[in-house]
C-alpha cells in the first residue's frame, strides 16, 4: 500500500520525503544514514505534509471496518464482524494501527493511534457507562500504551498508563476470569517498573495485588475447569515475583515460604502440563528448574 511506512508497515505518521524521493516515518528513518530502500545517502528529510494529509483522510474513511477484543491482557483486532456491544469500530481501526506500529518498532506513532483508539472508547463509556467489555479493551489498550512509553524511555509515563489500565479493569465490579488476567498483568507491569527503578518496597505492593487478584482467581474457578491449570502456573509467577522482592528486601524467610508455596503449585499441575499449548510447557519447565534452585 503506498501509504505504508517500508519501516514499521504502518501508516505514515509523521512522513519525511527523502532526498531520493522515498517516504518513511520521520521516527523510523531517523536512526539512518542511507535510505533502506534504495540506499542513497540521506541529504534532506523534508516534511511531507501532503502524503501526511492523505494518511490521515484514509484513516478517516477506513475506520469503519473492525472489531476490538481483548485477548491474553493484550489488546487484538478482530476481522470477523460480531455485534459490536461495547467498542466502536473506529476504536478497532485506530487499535489496528496501532498495534501494526507497535510491531513495526514505531512506538510513538502506536501511542498516538492507541491514544486514538483510548478517545473512542471513552466515549463509549460516556455514552453507555462501563462494562466488562469496554474495561477490558480500555485496560488492555492502556496497558499497550504503558508498554509503548517503556520502549521510549519514559517510566514515569508509562506508570500513569499502567494505572489508567488497573483503574478501568477495577471499574468492571465483575470478578470474571478475563478481567482478572488484565488486572494482574497491569499490577505486575507496575511492579516490575518499580523494580527497574529500585524501589522493591513499592514493587513488593504491586506484585502483591497482584498476587491477591491471582489467589482469588485460582479460587474462583470450578475443579474441573480446565483452565485451572494455566490459572495456577499464573499464580506460581506471581508467587515467584512476590518471593523475588522479599528476596531482595531480605526478607529470606518470607521469600522461602512464597518460593516453597510455586513450586508445590507447579508440581501439582505436572499432569495437566501434558495437554497444555507448548509454549506454556516451557513456562512451566523454566519456572519449576528455577523454583528448585530456589528451595533446594
Ligand atoms: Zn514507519
Ligand atoms: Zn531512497
Known amino acids: 500500500m503506498p501509504l505504508q511506512c517500508a519501516r514499521c508497515h504502518a501508516l505514515y505518521y509523521d512522513c519525511v520525503k527523502l ?36 494518511v490521515d483522510a484514509y484513516i478517516e474513511a477506513h475506520s469503519n471496518e473492525h472489531t476490538v477484543q481483548e485477548v491474553d491482557g493484550k489488546a487484538v483486532v478482530k476481522t470477523d464482524e460480531l455485534p459490536v456491544s461495547g467498542a466502536s469500530k473506529k476504536a478497532a481501526f485506530f487499535l489496528q494501527q ?18 486514538l483508539c483510548k478517545e473512542e472508547l471513552l466515549k463509549n463509556v460516556a455514552e453507555g457507562g462501563y462494562n466488562t467489555e469496554l474495561c477490558c479493551q480500555l485496560g488492555a489498550v492502556c496497558g499497550s500504551q504503558g ?15 499502567y494505572q489508567e489500565s488497573v483503574r478501568h479493569l477495577k471499574e468492571s465490579g465483575e470478578t470474571n476470569l478475563e478481567v482478572a488476567h488484565a488486572l494482574s498483568v497491569s499490577l505486575n507491569k507496575l511492579g516490575d517498573l518499580q523494580h527497574w527503578c529500585g524501589d522493591l518496597a513499592a514493587a513488593r505492593t504491586y506484585y502483591a495485588e497482584g498476587l491477591q487478584v491471582r489467589r482469588d482467581a ?38 522461602h515460604k512464597l518460593f516453597k508455596e510455586a513450586l508445590e503449585l507447579v508440581v501439582s499441575i505436572k499432569d495437566a502440563m501434558v495437554e497444555a499449548p507448548p509454549a506454556s510447557h516451557a513456562k512451566w519447565e523454566q519456572l519449576h528448574r528455577l523454583l528448585g534452585e530456589a528451595t533446594a
Open 98 to 115: 496501532g498495534l501494526r506500529a507497535f510491531a513495526g518498532g514505531n512506538h510513538p506513532s502506536a501511542l498516538t493511534r492507541l491514544s
Open 147 to 161: 508498554d509503548c512509553c517503556r520502549y521510549l524511555g519514559q517510566p514515569d509515563a508509562a506508570a500513569s498508563c
Open 218 to 255: 485460582v479460587g474462583s474457578a470450578a475443579a474441573g475447569d480446565e483452565s485451572l491449570a494455566s490459572l495456577k502456573l499464573d499464580l506460581a509467577v506471581s508467587l515467584t515475583k512476590v518471593a523475588d522482592a522479599e528476596q531482595a528486601l531480605d526478607k529470606q524467610d518470607a521469600a
Open 19 to 54: 532526498s531520493c524521493g522515498d517516504r518513511f516515518c520521520r521516527f523510523c528513518i531517523a536512526p539512518s544514514q542511507d535510505c533502506v530502500l534504495c540506499g542513497a545517502d540521506i541529504k534532506v528529510r523534508e516534511s511531507d505534509k501532503e502524503t501526511q494529509s492523505l
